[in-house]
């Protein structure tokens, strides 16, 4: 005998829907996980008041954003009211509707031959299967077999639509703009950077990273991202509105950048399809030869971040990149996630590292968080405290800066951070006085050697 077989239902639906043809689509994704789509169709109209249903719209959309407007002219179309339909089939929620009125109940042989057909009373559903039904006067546990509806129940849709009743000043095929906020999207971009074999230089190339999970499909879409740190508190429609009037940048990879109020907009000048329940990367820009710098920094302060056996004794390794036409970038850079890779002496690519970068400008500093050096070891002991006075205190510290490695020297950055007003008295090595609350010294430790750096700070508030 065939397996016993959960609910499967044949349903056919005839919507009264108005005649619709799409000219095109554009989306613009925003770092926030909202989009904008701005979705341009022919719409079949009469004139005078009407309903309209408009299908094929996100799942995740935000009604209160939706806008229309007749593209030859704006004053033409009005909606006077407006409902998002989004009770959707699916088996639960069709068997629940059905709950103390008659199903039919299908079972079939190995072959798909059709061998009984009962007609049941539905009793009770659970998880989207039929539990209970009653065949005549019999009471039935989980019945098998398949499940056949005569008709979908009233208020349920198969696909998200909006109700307008509208009025229209004219009548025929009407060229219609219909833009609305939608979340479950949002794009990242994620860079590769591959570092020389003498840690100086490297390739680096940006990807944007385009996840759809909107609830839609964008066929042949103009696509244009979004980069900065956009309020989403604002209501959606202030989101809204032409991009006029920017004057279009250079062109970064497969995109054109510009910028756009407070923030850079990127447009890719050729159609794309984003599907949903899909992730796509598209090159964002790439620069084969960059100069980097790669700093050993030991900071306690920061031993949350390092983690690991010991983490207030790790040394940081550092890359820093200034982002400028002299280091083959000078464009803004996109948040995002950069991993690093380095070739070995087999010429095999391996990964050493990865770091987030935020909306970087042109012409900063790029500071990457590799990891922690294997053979360097910071130490940082505090030798003395001496309460100098009301609010004035003074401490010294002894800090070890350990290099294991054989035969190479290597310059280890000690980073101290200090409160109130303070003054260094006396110090065994020269340092370099931050911002008002950090100090660096940077000493070059020998290779197998130990350095330490002794000072003492005045602390008065």
């Known amino acids: 005998m065939r397996a016993l077989l959960t609910a499967v239902l044949s349903l056919a639906l ?128 989980n019945p098998g077999g398949v499940v056949e509806l005569p008709a979908l129940p009233e208020g349920l849709i198969v696909e998200p639509t909006l109700l307008w009743d509208l009025r229209s000043t004219v009548s025929g095929p009407t060229l219609c703009e219909v833009s609305y906020m939608t979340s479950g999207i949002s794009w990242q971009a994620d860079y590769v950077l591959v570092v020389n074999a003498a840690d100086t230089g490297g390739d680096l190339n940006g990807w944007v990273t385009l996840t759809n999970d909107s609830g839609a499909t964008y066929e042949d879409a103009k696509l244009k991202l979004v980069a900065g740190d956009v309020s989403v508190q604002r209501p959606p429609m202030g989101m809204m509105g032409g991009y006029g009037g920017a004057a279009a940048g250079r062109e970064m990879g497969g995109f054109e950048q510009q910028e756009f109020f407070e923030y850079y907009l990127y447009s890719l000048p050729r159609p794309t399809t984003v599907r949903e329940r899909e992730t796509k990367q598209i090159l964002l820009m790439a620069a084969p030869e960059i100069s980097l710098t790669k700093r050993f920094v030991f900071d306690p302060s920061e031993a949350w971040r390092y983690g690991g056996q010991d983490p207030d004794k790790k040394v940081a390794v550092k890359l820093e990149v200034e982002n400028s036409e002299a280091q083959g970038l000078g464009r803004p850079l996109p948040q ?70 054989e035969d190479e020297a290597v310059e280890i950055t000690y980073v101290g951070h200090f409160w109130a007003e303070w003054e260094i008295l006396e110090t065994s090595h020269e340092f370099k006085k931050i911002d008002a609350r950090t100090a660096e010294w940077t000493v070059t430790v020998p290779a197998g050697e130990e350095v330490q750096i002794d000072y003492t700070v005045d602390r008065k508030w």
């Open 14 to 141: 005839v919507t009264g829907l108005a005649a619709q043809q799409r000219e095109s689509v554009e989306l613009t994704v925003y770092n926030q996980g909202l989009g904008l789509v701005k979705d341009v169709r022919v719409l079949s109209l009469e004139e005078g008041r009407q309903a309209v249903r408009f299908t094929d719209v996100a799942a995740q959309i935000d009604p209160t954003s939706v806008r229309i407007v007749a593209l030859s002219d704006p004053n033409s179309v009005e909606v006077l009211e407006q409902n998002y339909q989004f009770d959707l089939v699916d088996r639960a929620r069709l068997l629940q509707k059905y709950l103390g009125n008659e199903i039919t109940l299908v079972r079939y042989d190995e072959d798909g031959q059709e061998i009984a057909r009962d007609t049941a009373t539905l009793l009770a559903a659970e998880g989207g299967a039929v539990s209970v039904v009653k065949i005549g006067d019999e009471i039935v546990l």
């Open 336 to 405: 995002g996630r950069v991993r690093v890779f380095k070739t070995d002496s087999d010429g095999a690519l391996q990964f050493v590292g990865e770091d987030r970068i935020g909306h970087t400008p042109k012409d900063e500093t790029v500071r990457l968080y590799i990891g922690n050096a294997f053979d360097l070891v910071g130490e940082q002991i505090h030798t003395n405290h001496q309460e100098m006075g009301l609010r004035n205190e003074r401490d010294s510290f002894r800090v070890s800066l350990r290099n294991r490695k």
